[in-house]
Every structure is written in C-alpha cells, then in structure tokens.
C-alpha cells in the first residue's frame, strides 16, 4: 500500500436504508420524487409519545433474511442489522465481491461506521429486565455484541472480512458526517485503500423518548405524517425522528482507476471541530463561530472557492436552529442571501435519523451530484421569516441541475460538535 | 422422551447457531458441536440455556463444560431424565 500522503479519495459505493428507500438508486429517485418516509406509527400512540409519527425503514423485517443468517441475527438489534445491509449494499455497489468465511482479511479495507444511541433496545428490552429480576445468568452469550457501542461496525467487519481499522464514532447528530471525514482523512494518508464510512441507528421507541421527553420532537402533526418533518419553515415545532443507514464506500483515487470502479464523486475536503460550549454554544445549541470556523475548514481543505458550491445538503432539523445555520452558511462562505448556494433539507423527507443522518444525507449529497439534481425541500412552503431572504435559494421542488459540480454536506449534534464535508463531480 | 426424540430436539436447538449446513446434514450423535457444526463456542451458553427450557432440566456449568458432540448433549439430557 502506498504511504505517501495526500491521496485522492472518491466515493465508489453507496448503502442506503432510509425510510423512504432502499438502495440507492430506489433513493436517488426518492428524493428525486419528494417520496416522504415518515408514516404514524400507532405504537407511540399506545406508548403515550407527544410525536407519534417516525421515519422506518419498510420491510425490513423481510429483507434482513436476505442478508443476514440466523445465526448472524441472533445477536443483533436494529442498530446493527441496518448497518449491516447498508454495508453489505456499498460493497456490492463499489463492484465487489464477498469474501468467503475463511478467506485471508481484507487488510487494506476498514470502516468507520458511527452510531449515536446504539443499542439501547437491547439494554431496555432484555438487559436491564434480567438484571433486575437477578436472572443475570439467564441473559445468554449476545448481549455485550449487542450492547457495545462498536457492535454495529463490528458485526460488519465479520461479514466483509474488514481488516483495516474498523471502529464505531459516536458525536451525537454529527456521527455520520465525522464518520465520513474520517475515513476519508485515513485514506487520504495511505494508511487504507479503502474505507467503509457511515452511521446508523435502530428505530426503537427507547431511542426516540428522550427526544420526545425534551419536547424536541413535533408533537403538532400526526394527524399528517407527510407533512410533519418541516425544516426551514415558520410552522416548524420540532424534529421528526428517523433510523436506518447510510454508508459509502471511499475509495483512493489511486485503488478505484486500477480496478475500473465507478466513481460517483470526489472528496475534495472535511473538518469536524467543536464549539466547546462557549460563545452561545451549550450541550444542545451550537457556538455559532465553531461552526463556521468547520464549514471553512473544509471548504479551504477543498483548495475550493466558496462561490462554486452549487447547494448545500444542511442539518436543516425543523428545531430553532434552522434560521442560525443559514445564517452560518451565509457567514462561513462570505456570501450574501441571494448569492448563496441551493440549500436544502433531506431530514423533510427521512426524519432525523440521528447517528445514521450524516451518512444518509452523505449519500444524498453524493446522488444529487451524480445524477445533477437537487431534491425539493419538504414543506417549507410557509418559510421562516429567518430565512426569507434566501428564499430564492431554498428550493421547493426537486431541480434539475445537471451542471451541480460542487455540494457541501454538513451535521451538527448536541455537544456542539460540528462536520462539513465537500463532495465534487469527479473529473480525472 | 426416547434417545430419538431427545436427538432431534438437541439438533433442533442448536440448529439456528450451525455455520456448516454440511455439517448437519449429516449430523450424529458423534458430531461434534464446534467442530463440526462450526457452532460459535460463545453460542454455547445459548444452547445450555435452550436446553434447559426445551427439556425442563437445570445444567450446572461443570456439566455443560463436558457437551462437545451432539451425543454428549444428548446423554446428558437422558440421564437427567432417567
């Protein structure tokens, strides 16, 4: 493996389970469509949550026995077996082949593949009850697996054969995005080839309460799933909680031309930093100058002028930030409201799916410049007045942009931990 | 429940933790357990814990150390019920 430094690193494979789709080329043509995946889901109802509506992916219970054994989903929660589908999808994706069980490891191949609550189904569901029940004895062999916060990327290294750094990341809503710039920085230095990059999470009730005990989550609209994930807009009162995963495959430029690998884009740039709860930044609120210092930071890593980014995939949740973050867009990049790039929310249509929301919305980004097109925005028909002046940059309907050279993708969780990620049409 | 009986409830519990469907198609008594079936040995617990409900039997750790083949698995539940 070469380890000179600054190698060049696409993406050659996408994995994607989203609510509203399953591979990506079934998502690409969600989003192209608007599709939302966020349906009313009567469990929450019985179980007395204020937001009664979610982003699930669909038939999954169907599609894991395609993917997975037994023996294999014996021991694995949601959190997991959407990792593992995605995973095993970008491999496939980026051409090639599965390994079989007793085969050499693939040494120049790991993954980064995040999580931001985990397996908590597990802990509620069979764990804690035992437990207390003093029946520690009765708990079998799959609950640590199942538990530790590196399950998800763990079971996918067993089913790939990884034997690169395979490690689970974990920074709240910025989980997938990091994941992604990780992984890319690894690859950049020639300590991989290729690197397996994204996140995931279940879709358990347990994991969403939290959200809804805070009051975060929009308790206003379930009588209108569609319509309920409603970033940018006046109306919005909250997030939706979403699930699933998305994982690329980044690849060196270097590894992808010598086997002839598709390519969907470049990385050309990443940070991930801190606000370090200072400055207006708290546990739950972001330090406006960490965030713009992480937008530059990537943006100046890209060797890119503000001014080619063509759109911009955003955090975009439907809380009270919304309006800050374009404002931080605006600040970041040194352009005014009408000189600003598209920018758009793909959580309007998937929900947020938390740990797994950078690495969906990674792909998302990627699609949209592969196939020249930025998705409408869900429902922000009744724009915010914080964001009115960019009204002509926030797109309402899908566009056709076949000319879109340039996308900045970017996450922001609680912790006031930030991500920015340049993805750029790949042009040898 | 006769030795048959018995056998094809052990094959049936340990039966989703088998990597080697060779393996159990040509499972007997002999077969062995991790070797064979290329159960994973962590699984074993399960397999205890299986057994234990399936055949209403309580098995001490020592005795669950002495299952290596299906047999073992096997005798060890007749005796319990003898």
């Known amino acids: 493996m070469s380890r000179s430094s600054s190698q060049r690193v696409v993406v050659t494979g996408l994995g994607v389970l989203a609510p509203n789709a399953h591979g990506a080329a079934s998502f690409a043509g969600a989003l192209r469509e608007m599709k939302s995946g966020i349906r009313y889901h009567q469990h929450l109802a019985d179980l007395k949550f204020g937001c009664q509506v979610g982003g699930i992916p669909e038939g999954v219970d169907e599609l894991q026995k395609q993917y997975l054994s037994e023996d294999e989903l014996f021991a694995m929660n949601h959190n997991m077996i959407y990792a593992a589908i995605a995973a095993i999808d970008a491999w496939t994706d980026a051409g090639l082949e599965r390994q079989a069980p007793d085969s050499e490891p693939d040494w120049d191949t790991g993954a980064v593949i995040g999580t931001g609550i985990g397996g908590i189904d597990t802990i509620a569901e069979k764990l804690a009850p035992k437990v207390q029940e003093g029946r520690v004895s009765r708990l079998g062999s799959s609950m640590v697996e199942q538990v530790m916060s590196s399950g998800n990327s763990a079971r996918v290294a067993g089913l790939l054969g990884l034997g690169n750094q395979v490690t689970t990341n974990s920074s709240a809503c910025t989980t997938g995005t990091e994941a992604v710039v990780d ?246 | 429940m006769s030795q048959e009986q018995v056998f094809d409830k052990v094959v049936s519990i340990l039966k989703p933790f088998v990597r080697s469907p060779e393996g159990l198609e040509a499972v007997k008594m002999e077969t062995t357990i991790l070797g064979d079936l290329k159960v994973n040995s962590a699984r074993l617990v399960d397999v205890v814990l299986e057994m234990e409900d399936a055949f209403g039997i309580a098995i001490s750790d020592e005795e669950a150390d002495q299952v290596a083949c299906v047999g073992d698995a096997v005798n060890l539940v007749l005796n319990k019920q003898a």
């Open chain 1, 183 to 428: 992984a890319f920085l690894r690859i950049r230095e020639g300590r991989a080839k290729r690197m397996l990059a994204g996140g995931s999470e279940g879709s358990s009730h347990y994991i969403w309460a939290g959200f809804d005990g805070m009051k975060v989550l929009n308790r206003t609209m379930n009588d209108a799933p569609e319509k309920a994930s409603r970033p940018l807009s006046a109306s919005a009162a909250g997030f939706i909680p979403g699930s699933g995963a998305g994982v690329l495959m980044l690849e060196s430029l270097e590894s992808a031309l010598a086997r002839g690998a598709r390519i969907y884009a470049e990385v050309l740039g990443g940070a991930v930093n801190c606000g370090g709860h200072r400055g207006g930044g708290s546990m739950t609120a972001p330090n406006p100058v960490g965030v713009q210092r992480c937008i530059r930071d990537a943006v100046g890593m890209a060797g890119i002028e503000p001014s080619q980014i063509g759109a911009i995939n955003g955090h975009l949740t439907a809380t009270f930030a919304d309006p800050h973050e374009v404002n931080n867009w605006s600040q970041a990049l040194g352009l005014p409201p009408e000189r600003m790039p598209w920018i758009h929310s793909t959580k309007s249509l998937v929900g947020h799916a938390l740990g797994a929301a950078g690495g969906l919305e990674c792909a998302a980004a990627v699609l949209e410049l592969h196939h020249g097109f930025v998705h409408g925005s869900a429902n922000c028909e009744d724009l915010h007045p914080g964001v009115e002046a960019y009204a002509s940059r926030i797109p309402q309907q899908t566009i056709e942009a076949p000319e879109l050279d340039v996308v900045a993708k970017a996450s922001f969780g609680f912790g006031d931990v930030n991500g920015c990620v340049i993805f750029k049409r790949f042009r040898s």
